[in-house]
């Protein structure tokens, strides 16, 4: 007889940072994401900050199984679990993740996993030293357009990709938009400003689109609405040279007024046979100069991502699962957390060009 393994016990640590709550009809996040993982028990949450208590307490009247702490360190010693779940601001996130990481646990690490690349080389130590699985919560590759987008690079259909261009424009940090004084808006907290809060995002899908690494940096980092925090970004706009060529520009802003939509989302592919167009929804289009194309070389297309209470819907749980069956089958996971170092490193790189005027090459 067969018998199947007993889910793997996991720990979530902070609750500020795309947590949500277990309430079934509102606040999708990543709680709900791990606990309706089948091979995922909750074991544990602990939150130390004052002002998540009701959240805490909200938890544990949902899911009186799972043990509340308000100390790491008494978590740790306390309970028997297999991987922690860290949903903290990325000067938290860096502390916990050394102590976790010491003790054996494997890691999903919200983004970001801390405010500077250097922080996290000694987490990549232990992770390599202890053999653990440590994945950053950048989930876009697992949209069905960005998986489908990549289908057709390997097909061909695009010819050799060679330029890619991403836009995130949204709202102002200001009174009734973004408080200025959230943690995501702050030094102490986040460790820059609109880069440093979103830009991962695009500049992992750069990667995954590319199959290269970052060659050399240049940016534009600017304070221009005089609202978020004097020392950091609300409009920033990064030139990238990959080692095989490639191109890519990111330019994002908290620059709307809020009369309007409030956000502006803008990707795109450029191939010497063909091109992508993608507004970040389910509708893309693709234009080709491919022989397979020529019935119909401009076609629009649409992938609705399947809807779930869970942070991102499907595509966001289908990454959660990956890292769970990373964790099973000791593969790679899909973002590592050396994929998060050298995203780190890309976004200091752009801090320091925009700082000193200069085009920062990466070694290595």
Known sequence: MVHSQPPLKAAIIGLRNHAGSLDPDKNHGLI?????????????YCEWDPDQAAALAALHHA??????????????????????????PPSEAITAALQLAAAGKHLYIEKNAARRASEV?????????????????????????????KDYL?????????????????????????DPQHWMYRAAGQGGGILHMEGGHWLMLFHYFSDAQVKSVTALCSRVTEQIEVGIEDAATV??????????????????????????LHFALRGTLGGVTWPLTGEFTVASTAPVWQGAPVRTLRLDPVPRAAYADQWGYAFVSAFVQAIRTGSRPLVSMEDGYRLLRIIDAAYESSSTGRRIELEG
């Open 32 to 44: 709900k994401s791990f606990a309706t993982q089948p091979d995922v028990e909750v074991v544990a």
């Open 63 to 88: 899911a009186p199984q799972a043990r509340i702490y308000t100390d790491l360190t008494t978590l740790l010693a306390t309970e028997t679990f297999d991987l922690a779940v860290i949903l903290l």
């Open 121 to 149: 080389l000694p987490l990549c130590e232990l992770a390599a030293q202890k053999g653990l699985v440590i994945q950053i919560g950048y989930p876009w590759q697992s949209h069905p357009v960005a998986r489908a987008i």
């Open 154 to 178: 390997a097909q061909g259909v695009l010819g050799q990709l060679v330029a890619m261009e991403a836009r995130l424009v949204t709202t102002q940090v200001g009174p009734g938009l973004r």
């Open 239 to 264: 030139a990238l040279e990959f080692t095989n060529g490639i191109h890519a520009c990111l330019h994002m802003g908290y620059l709307l007024s809020g009369a309007g939509p409030r956000n502006d």
